[in-house]
Structure formats: structure tokens, C-alpha cells
């Protein structure tokens, strides 16, 4: 693992990993990690309120002393508005003491300054490691497999973070993003082959595109390829639709991490495919996304966070945007921490026959018992003559991998129309538009959700903009 030679840094590295280990090997006390989380949210409270010009006015008049890690309740919120307006003025330490400097993808705002130092960066990937290296246990034994790392810009964290996770594993890894102008889907794909890749990571949108381009290029992908696993993130990907993605790929199928390029890595997967939080590195709390009301660290509603690890952008309730549900630990598997369940963004919250729902129950409501797809869309519509509202479903089969299709379309649209309460129709396609591909840059609603009861919000307009220049044969 990289760890900072000298200086500040490479102190808090070693207190840090020496908590760390304690941690995973289930020796850390509940005392010893009630002070860790202690001493560090107070030595961030008084960084940011000292050393950043946005934290001085926003947290001005508080009693920062009183504050514990059980009760954050008496802090303002952080929100993306916030880090869009303020942007550099966050920061509470010099960019110069930055390792990396990332942004934001910038797609539907102002892009957002991701800077980070040496402390973020060994606490961060310190969590993903564990969960990799598990992983690679469970399934490779002693090997360590080949891995090809899939996105999704320069100035994005993912090729160096998971680069760093792969060396720390013994990987060899190859960064072969098929968006790019140097690589595309075809020379992916012959890499994937010629180097024989077991471990694919990349967004699930990639991973199904992936497939398509594959189709199109001739490829079979169990007879042509190595992957055993597929490692999604960086969109929402439900159990129904990772079953999905296993049924197309023939691998097994990990939503591997959550976090975001503001909050660095917030929860990682284990070999159980549960999703746990890094606690050793944020308070959590869960808040109504209506009233901000805040439940505690576990819970139904949107997931906020405060950084314990003074770095260079630490964030004090910061809310996230994501609907999620924490729960306590009840997982046999080698990582700790509470259970992270993301049900998407609170934003992508839809109204359907007068109830809403978050989109992972619509993703799950058109994708369970489906297999062989490559992708999906939904269409809803206002049925003005019976006063209600009514979905068209459009799936994708790849060839080959459905025997009747016409049972599967039956299947989908009883299984969501009772799901959701509308009436449900089911087209096949033998092509979905672009726009199902932009989900990581834009958001899941603008891919996939074509809502005809009002005018394109901006974040659509984006992304069918965006979608004009994608696909695996431009």
C-alpha cells in the first residue's frame, strides 16, 4: 500500500492504519473507536472553522465544543449548491498540500474541486483494499487475477484510486476506458481478450454496452473471454439487475463500492455482496430529505456524512443526495461495519398512480426475473380518458440468451404493473436509445426514465445531448 514518506501525513497514516487494522480484525473496542471518532471530529471542526473561508461563515456562532459524533444536529448542512458556489473556498488546507487534484464530471453544473492529500487518500482506499482483497480470496484463492479498470475521465479519481487498489492487491491492471478517443469498444474488447482479464470494473451501463459491443463485434463472452467478476459502480445497480448482468456475462456480479468524487469512498462490498459503511472514517447520519430531520446513524431516508479525516476537503453534513437505508450488521463475512442499502438518488424519486417511489423500486420492479438483457427504459405517460398514469417497459434481449421472449415480456408486465399499480405494457427492442448510457455522468432518471407527463427537465437535456456522440461503433 502507498503510504506518505514524511511529515504530518505519514503521521496520521500510521495512527490511522494501526486503528485500521484493530478494526478489521475485530480487536478495536467500542472505547477506542468512540475516541478516535471523538478526537478526530473535533480536530476537523476546528480546521475547517479556522482554515476555510467557507466553513468560518457557515458555521459562525456555533458551539463546536458541545458538538459530539452522536449529536451533529446544531451544524448547518453541506450541500452540492454549497461546493458549486463556494468551490476552492472549501478547501481548508493549501491545494498545495494536494496529491491529486479531481473535479466533479461537471455534466448538469458547475464542475467541483476534488483535491486530495496523502491522509485521504491511505484512509480511503485502506477500506477498499480489505474489500477487494476478500473478495480475491474468496474466489481466487493465492491468484491474483488480472483486472481491467473502465473509466470514466481524466480528472476523475477512479483510474488512480483503483489502480492503487490493484497494486496493493498484487494485480496487474489495465486501464482501457471504451469511451475513450485512443481505445473505443472494439480495442477494449481485444484487450480484454488478449490479456486475458478475469476482473472488469466499470458502471453497470459499461458492462451491459460492453455486451452489446461484443454482440456486434462477433464475440462470444464466455467462450471469448476470462472474466469470472464483474466489479459495477458509479450508478445505482439493484440485485435484480446485477442477476441481470450475471445471466449476460456468465461472472459474478459485485456492486463494489459507494461513494461519490466530494466524499471519497463511503461503503464497500463483501463477499456476501452486502454493502458496508467505513465508519472509522465518517460520522453517518440518516435524514428525512424533506425536512432534514435527522434519525441517527441508521435508518430510512438521505444519507449525510462529516469526514473524520482531516485532509484537505473535509465536509461537515454533507448531504448526499442518496436514499439509503443503514442497518446493523448481521453479515457472516469478514468486513465490519453497519449495512448500507442505496435505493437512489432522493432526487430520481418518481410519483406513479398517486405513490412514489425511489428508482431502485422501479429498476426492481421492471428487472426482476429478467435475464439476457442489455439494457432497459421507461416510458410514462398521463391516460387522460381514464385518469391515470401508465408505463410502456422497453427491454433489450441480446441474442441467444432468451428462449421465449414472449413469456419474459409477460412476465415483466405483470410483475410491474402490480409492483407499481399502473397498467404496464412491454416492448422488445432490438435498440435502446444512447441516452440509457449516460446514467454515471448525468443520473439514472435522465437514462432512463422518459417521463411524457412533463416537459425535459435540464438534466435530461444533458444527457440526450451527451447521448448523440456515444456508442460502441462511433
Given at each position: ?221 464466455r467462450e471469448d473471454f476470462s472474466v469470472k467478476l464483474l466489479f459495477v459502480t458509479g450508478e445505482m445497480c439493484t440485485p435484480a439487475l446485477a442477476h441481470n448482468l450475471e445471466t ?227
Open positions: 500500500m502507498w503510504l506518505p514518506s514524511t511529515g504530518p501525513a505519514a503521521d496520521f497514516a500510521a495512527r490511522y492504519l494501526e486503528l485500521h487494522r484493530a478494526f478489521y480484525d475485530r480487536t478495536l473496542t467500542d472505547t477506542a473507536l468512540r475516541d478516535w471518532r471523538t478526537r478526530q471530529l473535533a480536530t476537523v471542526l476546528e480546521q475547517v472553522s479556522t482554515q476555510s473561508p467557507f466553513y468560518k461563515r457557515h458555521l459562525k456562532g456555533k458551539d463546536l465544543a458541545a458538538v459530539t459524533p452522536g449529536d451533529l444536529t446544531s451544524l448547518p448542512f453541506t450541500t452540492k449548491a454549497h461546493l458549486r458556489e463556494e468551490m476552492l473556498d472549501v478547501l481548508s488546507r493549501p491545494l498545495a498540500d494536494s496529491l491529486f487534484f479531481y473535479e466533479t464530471t461537471g455534466t448538469t453544473g458547475r464542475a467541483t474541486p476534488c483535491p486530495r492529500d496523502g491522509r485521504e487518500i491511505v484512509a480511503s482506499n485502506a477500506h477498499i483494499t480489505e474489500s477487494w482483497a476478500s473478495i480475491f480470496r474468496h474466489h481466487f484463492g493465492e491468484h491474483a487475477p488480472r483486472i481491467g479498470l473502465m473509466g470514466p475521465t481524466e480528472v476523475h479519481s477512479f483510474g488512480d484510486t483503483l489502480g492503487d487498489i490493484a497494486r496493493n492487491t498484487g494485480s496487474m491492471n489495465a486501464k482501457i476506458w471504451p469511451y475513450s478517443p485512443v481505445i473505443g469498444f472494439e480495442k477494449a474488447l481485444q484487450l480484454m481478450k488478449d490479456l486475458e482479464l478475469e476482473v472488469i470494473c466499470c458502471t453497470p451501463g459499461v458492462a451491459l454496452t460492453l455486451a452489446k459491443a461484443a454482440e456486434h463485434y462477433g464475440y462470444d463472452l449476460v456475462w456468465g461472472a459474478d456480479v459485485y456492486n463494489i463500492l459507494y461513494g461519490s468524487q466530494e466524499a471519497f469512498v463511503i461503503a464497500t462490498a463483501c463477499r456476501n455482496k452486502r454493502m458496508h459503511l467505513s465508519q472509522t472514517n465518517y460520522v453517518i447520519e440518516v435524514v428525512d430529505p424533506e425536512s432534514g430531520d435527522s434519525q441517527g446513524s441508521r435508518g430510512s431516508g438521505e444519507l449525510t456524512v462529516t469526514m473524520l479525516v482531516d485532509g484537505v476537503k473535509p465536509l461537515v453534513r454533507y448531504r448526499t443526495g442518496d436514499a439509503v437505508v443503514v442497518e446493523e450488521s448481521d453479515c457472516g463475512c469478514e468486513m465490519p461495519g453497519d449495512l448500507v442499502r442505496i435505493v437512489g438518488r432522493t432526487l430520481d424519486r418518481l410519483d406513479l398512480g398517486g405513490r412514489r417511489f425511489t428508482a431502485g423500486q422501479i429498476e426492481t420492479a421492471v428487472m426482476t426475473g429478467v435475464t439476457g438483457s442489455a439494457g432497459y427504459q421507461v416510458v410514462i405517460e398521463r391516460d387522460e380518458a381514464l385518469g391515470q398514469d401508465r408505463l410502456t417497459v422497453r427491454l433489450e434481449l441480446l441474442k441467444g440468451l432468451v428462449g421465449d421472449a414472449g413469456s419474459l415480456r409477460e412476465a415483466v408486465r405483470a410483475r410491474a404493473s402490480e409492483a407499481l399499480g399502473v397498467p404496464v405494457a412491454v416492448e422488445l427492442s432490438d435498440g435502446l436509445d444512447p441516452i440509457v448510457s449516460t446514467g454515471a455522468f448525468v443520473s439514472w432518471k435522465a437514462a432512463r426514465i422518459v417521463d411524457r407527463r412533463t416537459a425535459p427537465d435540464h438534466e435530461t437535456q444533458v444527457a440526450q445531448k451527451m447521448a448523440a456522440n456515444r456508442g460502441y461503433d462511433n
